[in-house]
């Protein structure tokens, strides 16, 4: 029988928890980019509510797939990072539990998660996109709302023009008005003035009903005589006039069928149907052209009259008569060379753009079977993408062991904007053509999934591949920038050091270090062939550190506060920095042979050869000083 353990109900609370917040807040901030791109076709058109309700459910329902695989992935940084934080990682660790039984619930969930949303994408996605799509061609082509503004003029509608120096809105008044109708042409143009009117929408909202009061109308009369300088006009004064101006500002749905053919709103069953009959269409075009050019516009034979013998060559080669039109043309009088080579200008003409146009049909069908092919593959790598990010999530939130929304979410948005560079990068080069469709589309799996592998691998072994502390110690190491000591004094000290014995060895160092460093001399250049080429390691040298060491570990256990002042002016001395950096010997001759790094080692090893020669030089004084505070002590005993 299924038994599910008391941890993976605790792993799966704590994931599932935080993946609920963040998945409604990336569809949030989604929505939000999506909105921004169409909000100046929305605004100002004075859209009922039910017609916004439908534009952010359908884009809601589009976004869900984009939503998820960051929405995992900021979820599995911060469920691990605060395991992390809480040592509750460490603690399943140490129980003998690896990373990939710790994440195996999790696994499991977002493999469900994956199905989900490839029936996002599959079935509801294209429903919505269809309907999405559908509702924003219909509120661009609505009128926007009717609202006149004051000291400008307003040509929202259509064929009119207006000016409004003053509008009372509470009333719906509008003074000194001024109204440019353009309806019969610049020719027939009407100006009226008003001194007060009144634009009221009728009931079917197909019509403004124009109240005006006080004003002149002007109108020019079209000149019967074109010779006639002086443009005929009408003037009209009225006290009161009304008029008709049709202006259409209700929203009408447009038909779903006009998005039936885009890639975008079919599924993956369609799509493979679209594409297939588009390469067969595509093929039998293809070879119908290639049969017409070859019979047609490449032909080498050519309709010549068989009684113009005097200016043909005829050659018989396998029983086909071939004509030697050089010879032709040479023969030719200058009429006839002049229309032989305008009829050839003409036909290369209509044959160029006969095949530009046949190379344009081509490439239209192309790019749109380009496109089906990039959205079907889409589907499976957007899908995919959750599995991915769980297993960069996980690792990467127990490596860093930090909880919460501070660096889990610049970790998270900052892979995700890598992975959305590299897969846009790819769908673009897919869909013009510049790549194969399937290496586009799969470029962002094929470069974050070993990213995945890779960090799951390293957190499995409690790497410290993300540790700062690891990166500064070896630039520091590279530099030669090296730490000092900071001893303090102990609270408990279990054994005392042999303060009689102390002496005798400190002394016995600081002869070896002078012999050591007269023996090296270490103070003149080394040789730049016998450095590379010589297989000897300075075994002394590591003694010499390792001796120090155990007899700074041993004083370090001292009341004195002298002493311990005196044992933090020690060295810290690299045993390997002063010679060869590798091991290898191979390696090494390779430096050797690459002047460039070779150099730059050969330099850094004759500095830190100098400045081992003034370690040796301070150790021994250092020596010196501390055996002076030991001895002083033991006198006072």
Same mark, same amino acid.
């Given at each position: 029988?299924?038994?599910?353990?008391?941890?993976?109900?605790?792993?799966?609370?704590?994931?599932?928890?935080?993946?609920?917040?963040?998945? !409604?807040?990336?569809?949030?901030?989604?929505m939000m980019q999506f909105l921004w791109?169409?909000?100046?076709?929305?605004?100002?058109?004075?859209?009922?509510?039910?017609?916004?309700?439908? #534009?952010?459910?359908?884009?809601?329902?589009?976004?869900?797939?984009?939503?998820?695989?960051?929405?995992?992935?900021?979820?599995?940084?911060?469920?691990?990072?605060?395991?992390?934080? @809480?040592?509750?990682?460490?603690?399943?660790?140490?129980?003998?539990?690896?990373?990939?039984?710790?994440?195996?619930?999790?696994?499991?969930?977002?493999? !469900?998660?994956?199905?989900?949303?490839?029936?996002?994408?599959?079935?509801?996605?294209?429903?919505?996109?269809?309907?999405?799509?559908?509702?924003?061609?219909?509120?661009?082509?609505?009128?926007?709302?009717?609202?006149?503004?004051?000291?400008?003029?307003?040509?929202?509608?259509?064929?009119?023009?207006?000016?409004?120096?003053?509008?009372?809105?509470?009333?719906?008044?509008?003074?000194?008005?001024?109204?440019?109708?353009f309806e019969k042409g610049f020719e027939?143009?009407?100006?009226?003035?008003?001194?007060?009117?009144?634009?009221?929408?009728?009931?079917?909202?197909?019509? +403004?009903?124009?109240?005006?009061?006080?004003?002149?109308? #002007?109108?020019?009369?079209?000149?019967?005589?074109?010779?006639?300088? =002086?443009?005929?006009?009408?003037?009209?004064?009225?006290?009161?006039?009304?008029?008709?101006?049709? #202006?259409?500002?209700?929203?009408?749905?447009?038909?779903?069928?006009?998005?039936?053919?885009?890639?975008?709103?079919?599924?993956?069953?369609?799509?493979?149907?679209?594409?297939?009959?588009?390469?067969?269409?595509?093929?039998?075009?293809?070879?119908?052209?290639?049969?017409?050019?070859?019979?047609?516009?490449?032909r080498a034979a050519m309709n010549l009259?068989?009684?113009?013998?005097?200016?043909?060559?005829?050659?018989?080669?396998?029983?086909?008569?071939?004509?030697?039109?050089?010879?032709?043309?040479?023969?030719?009088?200058?009429?006839?060379?002049?229309?032989?080579?305008?009829?050839?200008?003409?036909?290369?003409?209509?044959?160029? =753009?006969?095949?530009?146009?046949?190379?344009?049909?081509?490439?239209?069908?192309?790019?749109?079977?380009? @496109?089906?092919?990039?959205?079907?593959?889409?589907?499976?790598?957007?899908?995919?993408?959750?599995?991915?990010?769980?297993?960069?999530?996980?690792?990467?939130?127990?490596?860093?062991?930090?909880?919460?929304?501070?660096?889990?979410?610049?970790?998270?948005?900052?892979?995700?904007?890598?992975?959305?560079?590299?897969?846009?990068?790819?769908?673009?080069?897919?869909?013009?053509?510049?790549?194969?469709?399937?290496?586009?589309?799969?470029?962002?799996?094929?470069?974050?999934?070993?990213?995945?592998?890779?960090?799951?691998?390293?957190?499995?072994?409690?790497?410290?591949?993300?540790?700062?502390?690891?990166?500064? =110690?070896? !630039?520091?190491?590279?530099?030669?920038?090296?730490?000092?000591?900071? +001893?303090?004094?102990?609270?408990?000290?279990?054994?005392?050091?042999?303060?009689?014995?102390?002496?005798?060895?400190?002394?016995?160092?600081?002869?070896?270090?002078?012999?050591?460093?007269?023996?090296?001399? +270490?103070?003149?250049?080394?040789?730049?062939?016998?450095?590379?080429?010589?297989?000897?390691?300075?075994?002394?040298?590591?003694?010499?550190?390792?001796?120090?060491?155990?007899?700074?570990?041993?004083?370090?256990?001292?009341?004195? !506060?002298?002493?311990?002042?005196?044992?933090?002016?020690?060295?810290?001395?690299?045993?390997?920095?002063?010679?060869?950096?590798?091991?290898?010997?191979?390696?090494?001759?390779?430096?050797?042979?690459?002047?460039?790094?070779?150099?730059?080692?050969?330099?850094?090893?004759?500095?830190?050869?100098? @400045?081992?020669?003034?370690?040796?030089?301070?150790?021994?004084?250092?020596?010196?000083?501390?055996?002076?505070?030991?001895?002083?002590?033991?006198?006072?005993?």
């Amino acid at each position: 029988m299924l038994r599910i353990k008391k941890l993976d109900i605790f792993i799966l609370k704590s994931f599932c928890l935080l993946f609920t917040g963040t998945f !409604f807040i990336c569809l949030f901030i989604f929505m939000m980019q999506f909105l921004w791109r169409y909000v100046d076709e929305m605004v100002g058109k004075g859209l009922e509510m039910t017609v916004l309700a439908q #534009f952010f459910f359908y884009s809601a329902l589009s976004l869900v797939p984009v939503s998820l695989p960051l929405a995992v992935l900021l979820a599995a940084l911060i469920t691990f990072g605060n395991f992390g934080e @809480r040592f509750e990682l460490l603690a399943m660790k140490a129980a003998g539990i690896s990373l990939i039984k710790i994440m195996r619930p999790l696994i499991i969930f977002i493999v !469900f998660i994956c199905f989900v949303s490839f029936y996002f994408q599959n079935v509801i996605g294209p429903k919505a996109e269809a309907k999405l799509y559908t509702l924003l061609i219909s509120i661009k082509q609505k009128s926007p709302e009717l609202d006149i503004p004051e000291g400008v003029f307003y040509d929202e509608i259509k064929g009119y023009n207006l000016y409004v120096k003053q509008k009372n809105r509470k009333t719906g008044m509008l003074y000194d008005v001024l109204i440019y109708n353009f309806e019969k042409g610049f020719e027939n143009a009407q100006i009226i003035k008003a001194d007060s009117g009144r634009l009221e929408m009728t009931a079917d909202k197909h019509h +403004l009903y124009l109240h005006l009061y006080s004003g002149e109308q #002007f109108e020019n009369l079209k000149s019967q005589n074109i010779n006639q300088r =002086n443009v005929p006009y009408r003037r009209e004064a009225f006290r009161e006039k009304h008029a008709i101006i049709e #202006f259409d500002s209700g929203f009408e749905m447009a038909d779903e069928g006009i998005m039936g053919n885009q890639y975008n709103s079919k599924n993956m069953r369609m799509l493979q149907a679209s594409i297939d009959s588009m390469q067969v269409r595509n093929d039998s075009v293809g070879r119908a052209y290639y049969a017409e050019a070859i019979n047609g516009t490449y032909r080498a034979a050519m309709n010549l009259k068989k009684s113009d013998t005097l200016r043909i060559e005829k050659v018989r080669e396998e029983g086909t008569e071939i004509y030697n039109v050089d010879s032709i043309f040479a023969a030719s009088t200058l009429d006839e060379k002049q229309k032989v080579m305008s009829t050839a200008v003409s036909r290369a003409e209509g044959a160029g =753009n006969d095949w530009a146009f046949k190379s344009y049909n081509i490439k239209r069908t192309d790019d749109s079977m380009r @496109r089906h092919q990039t959205a079907w593959h889409k589907k499976l790598t957007v899908s995919l993408a959750c599995l991915i990010f769980l297993f960069i999530g996980a690792p990467l939130g127990g490596i860093i062991r930090k909880g919460g929304l501070g660096m889990p979410v610049v970790v998270s948005v900052l892979i995700f904007i890598i992975y959305y560079l590299i897969d846009n990068t790819g769908y673009k080069m897919a869909r013009d053509g510049k790549w194969i469709v399937w290496m586009g589309m799969w470029a962002s799996v094929a470069v974050l999934a070993p990213l995945g592998a890779f960090l799951t691998y390293k957190s499995n072994n409690d790497s410290v591949v993300l540790n700062a502390d690891a990166y500064l =110690n070896f !630039f520091k190491k590279v530099l030669g920038i090296r730490s000092v000591r900071h +001893l303090v004094r102990k609270e408990v000290i279990i054994h005392d050091p042999d303060y009689h014995r102390l002496p005798g060895d400190l002394e016995a160092l600081s002869a070896e270090c002078l012999a050591y460093a007269e023996r090296k001399a +270490l103070n003149s250049a080394p040789n730049y062939f016998k450095l590379w080429m010589s297989g000897e390691q300075d075994v002394e040298v590591e003694n010499i550190v390792e001796r120090l060491e155990l007899l700074i570990d041993e004083m370090s256990n001292t009341k004195d !506060f002298r002493l311990l002042a005196a044992l933090n002016n020690y060295p810290v001395v690299p045993a390997r920095a002063h010679v060869r950096p590798f091991r290898n010997h191979w390696l090494n001759i390779l430096c050797m042979v690459i002047v460039p790094v070779g150099l730059f080692f050969y330099f850094r090893i004759w500095l830190f050869r100098l @400045r081992l020669s003034k370690d040796m030089e301070r150790i021994r004084k250092v020596n010196a000083d501390v055996v002076k505070i030991i001895r002083g002590n033991l006198d006072k005993q």
